[in-house]
């Protein structure tokens, strides 16, 4: 893959990058909302009683993880795992972070706590999504690298 070092040179219109960005960015969606929804259903249906802060941190924090779980589990099957890890690792924490950030505003101004509902669901995944989503092409021109 061709990177560029200049970022004179960079680019919006490369439809093959956005299409291996937005590949990367679903990866990245997929691994960071189990962890994340994952938290905040079990708040829910628990009513144990932490702060909507509280519980959305926590949510970030596993989502964060999950992703990283899934992209070694994905890596592994392509290298040893001890460098599927470090690999995992090594991603690109700006994306995640702004993903994960994304979904939880987008939930807490929706319903206006940690609360999944039908509705809010895909509006979250679609924010969390098309946060991260320009800075992934970026990195993916710039570095040849993304989350994924």
């Not at 439809?15 to 960071?32: D, E, K, M, Q, V």
């Not at 249906?45 to 949510?59: G, K």
């Not at 990283?68 to 795992?81: D, G, N, S, V």
């Amino acid at each position: 893959m061709t990177t560029i070092s200049d970022n004179s040179r960079m680019t919006w219109l490369s439809r093959p990058h956005w299409r291996i960005a937005s590949i990367n960015t679903l990866w990245c969606l997929l691994g960071c909302s189990i962890g994340d929804f994952g938290t905040i259903l079990f708040f829910q249906l628990t009513a144990i009683p932490w702060s909507t802060l509280a519980i959305m941190t926590l949510a970030i924090i596993n989502g964060i993880l999950t992703s990283i779980l899934l992209e070694t589990l994905i890596l592994f099957r392509q290298m040893a795992l001890k460098h599927a890890f470090q690999t995992a690792i090594g991603m690109s924490l700006v994306s995640m972070l702004s993903m994960e950030i994304a979904m939880n505003a987008t939930d807490v101004l929706l319903t206006g706590e940690a609360r999944l509902t039908p509705t809010v669901i895909p509006i979250m995944l679609l924010a969390g999504f098309l946060t991260p989503l320009p800075y992934n092409y970026w990195r993916l021109i710039r570095y040849g690298k993304a989350c994924h």
